[in-house]
């Protein structure tokens, strides 16, 4: 089993749908971030979170510690945020310039 | 602009051939970390640092070197390269201290035959 869990693998969306992405990890953590990489192979941070909640324009961010789960939310989407979207987690005795990677979910958005 | 520059974006080799994939990043990060992606297997850590002249093996270090000797630049070395080193790497640094996420690099699309 995976340290780290992301469902679903594949998501396709309405323009305008809320999205949610789930990712769940088995191992004590010092911070949990999201990535999101674009078609053409680009990635780009887009959280990094250790307790809470964080918004950023039409994407949310929540973390559970005790439940050991994060989920990311796009509101109002958009055919512009289809990318895969990656969560990774730095474990609590880890350095902090290691990361385990989910396996991505794939988000297609149709107009 | 600021941020993490990886040459070349694509490569091919030969098998046996040696190469050395550059990452520089003018942010002053502490931390970089070079990770390889493949298809099923997502991204993973090859080797990082901590900072100029500390650097540790990630999850598959086998195959490849990485040396620390400023904070701006970070070097892959593959050694030999193999038909199982074909893959999109990618280099990506972030501060010591504080809440920023990580800052990617472009990647380096290597194949080898």
């Known amino acids: 089993k995976n340290e780290v869990e992301q469902s679903p693998q594949n998501l396709t969306a309405q323009e305008g749908e809320f999205i949610t992405i789930n990712c769940s990890y088995s191992?004590?953590?010092?911070?949990l971030h999201w990535l999101q990489q674009h078609p053409g192979g680009g990635i780009v941070s887009l959280f990094m979170l250790s307790s809470g909640k964080k918004k950023h324009g039409r994407l949310i961010a929540t973390i559970n510690i005790q439940e050991k789960h994060s989920s990311l939310h796009i509101t109002a989407s958009h055919p512009r945020d289809s990318a895969v979207y990656i969560c990774?987690?730095?474990?609590?005795?880890?350095?902090?310039?290691?990361?385990?990677f989910g396996e991505g979910t794939q988000l297609t958005v149709n107009p | 602009n600021a941020g993490v520059t990886q040459t070349p974006k694509f490569q091919v080799l030969k098998t046996g051939q040696s190469m050395t994939l550059q990452c520089a990043q003018d942010?002053?990060?502490?931390?970089m970390s070079w990770y390889r992606q493949d298809p099923g297997m997502g991204l993973r850590l090859i080797h990082y640092s901590v900072g100029a002249g500390i650097t540790d093996q990630g999850e598959v270090p086998n195959g490849y070197n990485v040396s620390r000797s400023t904070t701006e630049d970070f070097p892959l070395r593959l050694l030999s390269a193999a038909p199982s080193q074909t893959s999109v790497y990618f280099c990506a640094s972030r501060p010591g201290q504080g809440a920023r996420g990580y800052t990617f690099g472009s990647g380096t699309r290597l194949t080898v035959v």
């Open positions: 191992v004590g953590i010092s911070a």
């Open positions: 942010m002053n990060h502490e931390y």
């Open positions: 990774a987690v730095t474990g609590r005795w880890a350095s902090g310039s290691r990361l385990t």
